[in-house]
Every structure is written in C-alpha cells, then in structure tokens.
C-alpha cells in the first residue's frame, strides 16, 4: 500500500527548525536571522509550497552546512518536490552527522526502496524502528519492505506490532489482510477480519480485495428487451 510523502518529517522538523538558534547564533549582518528563515522555510513546508521550502532549506543549510536539522529539513523538501537523488543525498548527510534522526532514516527507506536498494531500505527502515519503537508506521515501512523480499513472517511480525502500538491504523489492518491473502492458501477469514477492520478506521475499499474476498456483488443481468410485433 502506498504511503503519503513524508509530511510527519516535515512538520517535526518545521518545530525543530523555529528553535535551531538555541544551536546556531544568528548573524547580525545576514539579512535574515537563522530563527526567522527557519521559521519561514517550516511555514512554506508545512502549507505544501515545496519548491519555496527548497529555496528556503536551501539558504539555511548553506549558511549552517553542519546542522542536521538544516539537511534533515531540505532533504524532506527536496523529497516531497520529487526530486529524489538530491533528497537522497542530503538525508544521508543529515543522519551523518546525527544518527538519531528516526524520520530522516525512515525517509531514506522510502527513497532505496524507490532506487531498488533492497537492504539499505531494510537497514533505514530498521533503525527508524531501533530509535523510535512506539511509532507504527516505521514498523509498517519495514513490514512492507521485509514483504517485498519474501520474508512474510518477519513482515507480519512487524504489523502485528505496529497494529498493537496503535490500535486506530488503518494501513496496519489493510496490510495485514492483503499479507493474510497472500498465503499459500490464503488465510481468507484473518484476511476479512483485517481487512473490515481497516475499513471500520477509515481506509479507501480495495476493489481488488473485496474480490478475493467474494465481497463484490454480481452484477444483475438486464433484462433483454422485446422487439414489437409488427
């Protein structure tokens, strides 16, 4: 099931970026205070003008090229702007210079995941979970990314898990029951009961797995009509 684009990064790190003066002085001759550029990158992120957020992320990582929060805040930008090679490289420096950064690792995930780096999405995905083990949707990124490559027992484990830290996710019982069909045989009844509880919390109805499920409704043939008699 495919996930949004990383907002959660953007909007942790937009509070984040308000405070980094408590890291970095600003420049009295610079224009622009770092706390305010900050605050006005967060603003455009946070309202989806990603392309105003680059600029802005931008002028903040060159003036402060060591501050991860800087990297880890252009990095999602660049990411939610599309542009994945340069989002790749900047998270990679961010989590360089702070390793601590669970978003920034759960957003790199994502990224191998779109290049075809098997293992360094697993790897990504595994230290978002290692640093924050109450979030639920990096259990859910691992999950789909330990489904991908054939380990549906680890990848079950991992949304049993996350469905478990929060009850109210809905990807977690929709994966749950598209793993669940995915079984040799399928596991059609767990796959129901997931699948309708993930339904009950809000997620978009799977044609696809309503079929499997012998949920669709046949259609009701039209009656033929008759030609008059002349």
Excluded at 24 to 38: G, N, R, S
Excluded at 116 to 130: F, P
Excluded at 140 to 145: E, G, N, R, T, W
Aim: charged share 25%.
């Amino acid at each position: 099931m495919p996930f949004p684009s990383p907002r959660s990064l953007l909007l942790v790190l937009a509070v984040a970026g308000v405070a980094c003066h408590a890291v970095v002085a600003a420049d009295p001759k610079e224009e622009i205070p770092l706390e305010q550029l900050a605050a006005k990158a967060a603003a455009a992120a946070t309202s989806g003008k990603s392309k105003e957020a680059v600029q802005l992320y931008t002028q903040w990582m060159e003036r402060d090229p060591m501050n991860p929060l800087a990297r880890a805040s252009l990095g999602a930008a660049l990411y939610q702007d599309g542009q994945w090679d340069k989002a790749r490289t900047q998270l990679e420096r961010a989590v360089l210079i702070e390793p601590k950064l669970a978003e920034s690792w759960a957003t790199l995930g994502l990224l191998y995941d779109r290049a075809g780096d098997d293992w360094l999405a697993v790897s990504a995905y595994s230290r978002a979970v290692h640093l924050e083990p109450r979030v639920a949707r990096h259990r859910i990124l691992l999950a789909l990314s330990l489904e991908k490559r054939g380990w549906r027992d680890a990848a079950e484990s991992c949304l049993q898990e996350a469905a478990t830290l929060d009850p109210r996710s809905a990807d977690a019982q929709f994966n749950l029951a598209a793993l669940a069909l995915r079984r040799t045989p399928p596991a059609t009844e767990t796959a129901r009961r997931h699948y309708q509880s993930a339904l009950k919390l809000g997620s978009t109805p799977d044609p696809d797995i309503e079929d499997l499920l012998g949920m669709t409704k046949p259609k009701e043939a039209k009656p033929k009509e008759t030609k008059a008699e002349k």
